[in-house]
């Protein structure tokens, strides 16, 4: 079992209930925590000179902004940061964000080991996290529902239409036209202008330029 584990949470009653949790379950000598990324990113970088690397960081991904003074301001800024460092090290995050889209970019971008979602069952799924990510195997909570290889969402030939026309710079009201036109339903505009949000919250993508490099990109279309 991981010897040296350094937990990132900036409520430190979960900070506790965390620490309590594996160090009832697991057998792990060492368990750390801090409130601030910056805290955290220094005792992994003084670990790491020392010689005596932490195996595991467990985040969260939003950090409360407050009165102290803070250059690393998120989980996602930490992970980067850490891996500067330490590239091999295990990281798994622990928050209350439910998005596929955004958790399935954390295991490709960032390369996270494992993922749980905060609720009832979370201090119980994170022991389960921690037990396979020390055996080189991913978790993410049950709830959530993703595979970390592939993009959760899948576009349908309806999805492709759409995408294909804004690719081409016709607009929506004029891609809904042409829908019409060729007897395709649904094919109103407010349903288009609907289609288009949603792919743009699965795959987090700002603007239309930007959801469809994205999607080129992943080989989507």
């Known amino acids: 079992m991981f010897k040296k584990v350094l937990i990132a949470e900036d409520f430190q009653d979960t900070n506790r209930g965390i620490v309590e949790a594996i160090r009832n379950k697991l057998d792990i000598p060492m368990i750390q925590e801090e409130l601030y990324c910056d805290k955290a990113y220094n005792r992994l970088k003084l670990a790491h000179v020392q010689n005596e690397p932490y195996d595991l960081l467990i985040t969260d991904f939003f950090f ?33 964000v439910d998005n596929p889209a955004k958790i399935n970019a954390l295991f490709k971008e960032e390369n996270i080991n494992a993922y749980v979602c905060k609720g009832r069952n979370s201090l119980t799924e994170l022991v389960k996290a921690i037990q ?76 239309t330029h930007h959801l469809i490099a994205k999607l080129v990109r992943e080989g989507k279309i």
């Open 64 to 96: 409360t902004e407050d009165h102290v003074e803070r250059k690393i301001t998120s989980g996602q800024e930490l992970i980067r940061a850490a891996r500067s460092v330490q590239p091999d090290l295990k990281i798994i995050v622990n928050s209350m």
């Open 132 to 207: 396979e990510v020390y055996h080189n195997r991913t978790f993410v909570s049950p709830r959530i529902s993703l595979n970390v290889t592939n993009n959760v969402f899948e576009l349908d030939e309806f999805d492709r239409i759409i995408l294909k026309d804004l690719a081409n710079g016709l607009t929506k009201k004029e891609i809904s036209e042409k829908l019409k036109q060729q007897n395709i339903t649904p094919n109103s505009e407010s349903t288009i202008d609907k289609k288009v949000s949603k792919l743009f919250d699965e795959f987090g993508a700002k603007n």
